[in-house]
């Protein structure tokens, strides 16, 4: 399950993967990336959102402090600008990166307790789980955003594992 070195890989998955669908998002335009094309979150741009506000939480949750200010309970919500998304998605994702690059290896043992705004209780899982699940969720919306791109005509990269460039690897 979950430890270190692969918190750190998907990590590194994750930088490449909202790279490669912003990328191809940022050649459609604002119509295209707003408009309803019957997922579950509607649009790209609000699927985009749900991740960013989602990878926001788990973060705040396996580093113990506050969620960030700017998160509202409609996680759809969080876009205000395409340019303004694309410069905070890239801070999360370094933020996440350098949380993968520092946790100790005895981190993924026990449980992590939190409060679920969605559930309104304590909530408390296996650290090895919740660390899966960060990164299942974002392959999850992310194939849906794919599809959501290729459906508009846009033309993501490659998405496999094993075709990361190195220059991820690496980081």
């Known amino acids: ?13 994750n930088m490449w993967q909202n790279e490669n669908l912003i990328t191809a998002a940022s050649g459609l335009d ?3 990336r707003q408009a309803d094309r019957g997922a579950f ?7 985009f959102s749900h991740l960013l ?15 960030p200010a700017n998160y509202r309970t ?13 410069v905070d998605r890239v801070a999360l ?26 559930s309104g209780r304590t909530a408390s899982r296996p650290k090895k789980m919740v660390a899966v699940q960060l990164f299942n969720h974002q392959t999850h919306h992310r194939g849906q955003i794919h599809a959501m ?16 460039p ?5 980081m």
């Open 1 to 13: 399950m979950a430890s270190r070195d692969y918190v750190l890989l998907m990590a590194r998955y």
């Open 149 to 164: 791109l290729t459906a508009a005509g846009a033309k993501p990269d490659a998405t496999d594992l094993q075709a990361m």
């Open 93 to 118: 994702d370094r933020q996440i990166l350098d949380w993968a690059r520092r946790v100790p290896p005895d981190w993924f043992e026990g449980d992590l307790t939190w409060h679920s705004g969605l």
């Open 166 to 170: 190195d220059r991820f690897l690496e």
């Open 41 to 47: 979150f509607c649009s790209i741009e609000k699927t």
């Open 74 to 86: 409609d996680s759809t919500a969080l876009i205000e600008t395409w340019e303004q998304f694309q």
């Open 30 to 32: 604002q119509a295209a």
């Open 53 to 67: 506000w989602g990878d926001g939480i788990w973060l705040s949750r396996f580093e113990d402090r506050d969620p």
